[in-house]
């Protein structure tokens, strides 16, 4: 797409009718074997329960490709989910001063591939291990298990975004390093089986969501920073 349009593709296309992220391909072979194994041993109950198994992993490791607003001022959403916090807030665990906090609740149904909210490089990579409430709860925000990215943008504005586990959630898969430039809609990790994701942004930002609406990785907007 020429640079005039609403939208561009980011990342390079998948190029087939139904991507997979290549972290699920482990569980997809491991539940097909299963599969195949009961099939061979006559266990018709057990082929049809480890089937289903079997579809269901391959949609939650749906890749789907993202067309991605040019909007220059625009923070995307970095999951798929439904808005379950839009508010201003005192300070954060990787945000010391005031700021503006949206998350998105994924649930199991959700695409899980996370994409960069906005354009930037990496300044830090912190790591947290936790619990694993439930990821709609308030506590998940400071007591689970999570990873949290902080990007500097083009004029020194500080953006964080972060990978928390959930109840079912036992991996956090993040692909980027401090020092890495990344762009708006860059793929850069995952979750898997259910989770959040909590953006903070400058107090000054004006949000575009509100709680309860459903956005979409890379293509939905949360808000736009005053840069």
Known sequence: MNKDSSFSWIDKQNGTAFPIAKAGYPFIFFAGFSTLVFALLHLTFLTLIAFIITCFICYFFRDPDRLIPNDKNSVVSPADGKIIIVQQIPKSLYYDTPCLKISIFMSVFNVHVNRIPYDGV????????????????????????????????????????????????????????????VQKGERFGMICFGSRLDVYLPPDSTPKVSVGDNVYSGTSILAELKE
């Not at 912190?126 to 990215?149: C, H, M, R, T, W």
């Open 122 to 181: 990496v300044t830090k990579i912190i790591y947290n291990p936790g619990k694993f409430f439930s990821a709609n709860l308030d506590k998940a925000s400071k007591d689970n298990e999570q990873n949290a990215v902080v990007l500097e943008t083009k004029s020194k504005q500080q953006i964080c975004f972060v990978q928390v586990a959930g109840l079912i959630a036992r991996r956090i898969i993040c692909n980027i390093q401090k020092g890495d430039e």
